[in-house]
């Protein structure tokens, strides 16, 4: 079912993410011929003006834009899926940092064992800072929503890398251990054992920076009394 222009520009107004007077400037600059005529040309506009990015707009487009806030945070597109939630781009809305969030669905918080699990590794994160581990800035619940707060790292897991790119050479194969090995061991002196180390949970920068991630399968051991 296609939304009529007025549709859609409350559902835009009620996102919070374009004010009606900000849209009606824009739109004013425009020439008539190239005035949106329904909802979903002026959600393609808004897109193709870097107004909205594809997933905002679509979920604008299907009432869901109250989803697009998560407290300080604007989600800007679906980084991926997995077991107990969604890992997604967002900008915080005062500093402007980009960010991913790790949230988890609806399924998974009625589901004491993976909010204990989420819970896990929130604290597992907070022990650790490392240049070949994702480094974890905040972990919040918004409206019932629990959420991470990691850094944002441009780049593919090593899975998706060699899939689409073949058989790393042996020099960059043992570059890649050599680093994710750097993260573990920093890891381990923290009393986290990551239990879960797979090359979809190894992270290559477009520079080749390899980062730990995903420590929702951790396990934490009570540090020395010296690193307490």
């Given at each position: ?12 107004a009620a996102?919070g ?7 009606s400037?824009w739109?004013?600059?425009?020439p ?5 005529a329904?909802g979903r ?6 897109v193709?003006?870097?107004?909205l ?11 869901r ?10 989600v800007?597109?679906?980084?991926g899926v997995?077991g ?13 940092r980009t960010v ?12 004491k064992?993976a909010v204990?699990?989420?819970?896990m ?7 650790l800072t490392?240049p ?9 619940e ?6 991470l707060?990691?850094?944002?790292v441009p780049?593919q ?5 060699v899939?689409?790119r ?14 994710a ?7 381990h002196?923290?009393?986290?054992v ?13 520079e080749?920076l390899?980062?730990v ?12 009394a010296?690193?307490?």
């Open positions: 079912m296609s939304n009529s222009l007025e549709q859609f520009r409350a559902q835009l996102s993410l374009v004010s009606s007077e900000e849209l400037e739109l004013d600059g425009q008539e011929d190239q005035q949106p329904d040309q002026l959600a393609q506009w808004l193709r003006q870097r107004k990015t594809l997933f905002q707009a679509q979920a604008i487009y299907q009432g834009g109250a989803s697009l806030r998560l407290g300080n945070y604007v800007l597109e679906k980084l997995g107990m939630g969604l890992v997604l781009k967002a900008s915080h809305q005062r500093m402007e991913a969030l790790k949230l988890l669905t609806a399924s998974a918080i009625s589901t064992s204990e699990r989420f819970q590794e929130v604290r597992a994160a907070a022990r490392h070949n581990i994702v480094t974890a800035y905040d972990a919040d918004v409206n019932g929503r629990h959420f707060v990691m850094e944002y780049g897991d090593l899975a998706t890398y899939k689409d073949g058989t790393l050479d042996v020099n960059e194969a043992l570059d890649c251990i050599r680093q090995a750097a993260g573990l061991a920093y890891a002196k923290q009393g986290v990551h239990r879960d180390v797979k090359p979809a949970n190894l992270l290559r920068t477009l080749g390899v980062k991630l995903d420590m929702g399968l951790a396990r934490l051991h009570a540090l020395p010296e690193q307490a």
